[in-house]
């Protein structure tokens, strides 16, 4: 079946996940707004994608998530680009943080603003657009650690990532039956900048390309939810969630 043509907004698009998502996304026939604070970056996968696809339109903004204004100055200017933006991925986010009260207020708070805070006005930058057009596709990153509250130098981030979850469960909520649709997605261990620091330590990792495939896989058939890839952490979300706490800490 021929995949219907979109254009695609993606935030932190300009390495890992929000990388590998506008290659493979550009590879079933997507037009691409990409946005990340690496304006290099940005054009050097702009150029990646029109060598591997020269028939997709790639548009690239530079954007500081952090910076509430830029945020709706952006998303408007690739509306004005395409005239109409059918499916925003909102993924742009950051993994630092401490243990609560070992005098690192200022990496949890950053993860807390840039994770939560900057999602929240991704979110409003986009159901704008959405509104207006009374049509669109909405898509969450979450993650796995949005299943139960984490310990240590997670705690902030699980709590962001179940934050930004609620916001697109509670968009669902409202809009069922509507013509915008709302995906959260929960990624398990992938490979990426972000986790480099990890990698070794877990034998649950996989590739970006394989992570970002079951993600882009689930995206495209518009899944209400979907913990990725589904094997093992579908079934890990359940125990995750109802697991008592000495069990969950032999297995984290």
Partial sequence: MATTRRTVLITGASSGLGAEMARQLAAKGHDLALCARRAEKLESLRAEIAASHPERRVEVRVL??????QVFEVFRAFKNDFGSIDRIIINAGLGKGAPLGTGRWDANRETAMTNFVAALAQSEAAMEIFREQNAGHFVMISSMSAMRGMPKAM???AATKAGVASIAEGLRFELYGKPIKVTVLYPGYIASEMNEGVSARTPLMVSTEKGVRAMVDAIE???DSACVPALPWAPMSKVMKHAPIPVLKKLM
């Fill in 221 to 223: 058939k518009e899944k």
């Fill in 64 to 69: 500081d998530v952090n910076d509430d204004d």
């Fill in 155 to 157: 705690t902030t981030y």
